[in-house]
């Protein structure tokens, strides 16, 4: 780093930790992204300028569902081991988030003292950020649908992420879901070294492939795939009967694993965290004792008591998402739940994705579902339709206030069972806010 470097980093940093601590003490947000904005105004270069100083290197989280609840696994093993480690932990996973993060443990010279960053990356703009960051590990989780008004179809992403991990990271691990026919092509079209991971738990197949399914068919020649058996979506075990492409094997045995919070897609991030680790040159005796200690993020599975009722919170934000969290749902005894689907810019503005879910399985089985959000009336028109039988046990109440909705909930809610809140990014933001009384943004 040149002196001009060091003196525009010096300077971009002192401003930006000023700015940070104006707007936390005047208590106008986290200070998440306008700190980073500022720093990349006055030294374009500070992303890698900040990259450069982490000593054994970045770890890249991408990935449409996973990525806070993964990094902060993975950051937990890293730090029972003894490592510094730096983290966008408030989920802010754009340019400007990334850097504020690392500015975060930078001291007022812009001088980074630390072994590892974990930053999660929205899936956009991977191929934007590997050449400055030149990461030691890139972890990719998965690909769905997911707010089709910004990203696109996930053939699109993937074939931008190949594209660039194979021209800008050439030094880069890469460890990727086996289980996810997309992900799996790209590890094996990559030149670098390439870990997978993923199930091999034939007892936990779905029973029929779901309405939210998105690559059910060759990513190689286009032919529709043979599947085994499938685990969510179209993560499976998969084969073609036309080219030969099919699931490369994960390293781990995924039977031989616990695994944090409730649901196969947890199951996944633990997964994905252990492997990486692994590759880290983590020992597995400290990963396994970390795991049963792992708490949830903020509305990741995150357990509440609420006047004595607890409140299990379950972020729903695209098909797949929610299908797996009214999966823990259908298979609890717990009959109350509530679901708060907003349209906020960072829930995406279509809404339609509604109609992929599998809400039947949530009606049919009967109870109290209650209904809120900006979109209030969209949500219960979908439930609506999914009572085909006209159950006589289930309920369905509309409140359009989201306090009188969580009230209602908490009400139907018995002593000895559990309260789902199903919510959107935002709703669950302010359904937290409601609850605890402390705000996140």
Request: contains cysteine; aromatic residues 6%; proline residues 4%.
């Amino acid at each position: 780093m040149n002196v001009i470097s060091r003196i525009r980093l010096g300077l971009a940093v002192s401003i930006a930790k000023s700015v940070t601590t104006l707007v936390r003490s005047l208590k106008l947000g986290a200070a998440s992204v306008l700190p980073g904005a500022i720093a990349r105004k006055i030294a374009p270069q500070v992303l890698e300028l900040l990259s450069q100083q982490v000593q054994q290197g970045v770890i890249l989280i991408a990935g449409t569902n996973g990525k806070t609840t993964t990094s902060l696994l993975l950051r937990e093993i890293l730090q029972r081991k003894g490592f510094r480690v730096a983290h966008n932990s408030t989920g802010a996973n754009l340019e400007n988030g990334l850097v504020t993060a690392l500015m975060e443990s930078a001291d007022s010279f812009g001088g980074l003292k630390v072994d590892y960053a974990i930053l999660e990356v929205d899936e956009n703009i991977v191929p934007k950020v590997l050449a400055p960051i030149q990461p030691l590990a890139i972890l990719c989780l998965n690909l769905f649908r997911d707010q089709l008004d910004r990203y696109g179809e996930v053939d699109t992403i993937s074939k931008r992420w190949t594209k660039a991990i194979s021209t800008d990271a050439p030094n880069t691990t890469v460890i990727t879901n086996g289980d996810d026919p997309t992900l799996c092509y790209l590890g094996q079209q990559l030149s670098q070294n390439v870990i997978f991971f993923g199930l091999n738990e034939p007892s936990k197949y779905l029973k029929a492939i779901p309405h939210a399914v998105d690559s059910i068919y060759c990513p190689s020649c286009g032919h529709s795939l043979d599947y085994e058996g499938v685990y969510l979506s179209h993560l499976g075990n998969f084969s073609c009967p036309q080219c030969g492409f099919q699931r490369s094997q994960p390293q781990l045995d995924s039977s031989q694993w616990s695994q944090i919070l409730v649901g196969i897609y947890n199951k996944y991030n633990t997964l994905a965290a252990a492997t990486a680790a692994i590759a880290l040159g983590v020992d597995e005796k400290t990963i396994r004792e970390t795991i049963p200690t792992f708490q949830a993020a903020f509305g990741r599975a995150e357990e509440l008591n609420i006047n004595g009722k607890q409140v299990r919170i379950l972020l729903s934000k695209n098909p797949v998402g929610t299908n797996e969290t009214i999966r823990v749902v259908t298979e609890s005894e717990d009959k109350t739940t509530l679901l708060v689907l907003n349209d906020r810019v960072q829930d995406g503005e279509d809404v339609s994705w509604i109609w992929d879910v599998d809400t039947e399985p949530l009606v049919e089985r009967g109870g109290t579902l209650i209904v809120s959000g900006d979109r209030v009336y969209d949500m219960a028109l979908r439930l609506r339709y999914s009572d085909t039988n006209v159950n006589p046990n289930f309920q369905l109440i509309v409140k359009e206030d989201l306090r009188e909705a969580i009230n209602t909930a908490l009400e139907y809610t018995p002593a000895n069972q559990t309260l789902h809140i199903l919510p959107t990014y935002t709703a669950m933001l302010d359904v937290r806010e409601i609850l605890t009384g402390k705000k996140i943004r």
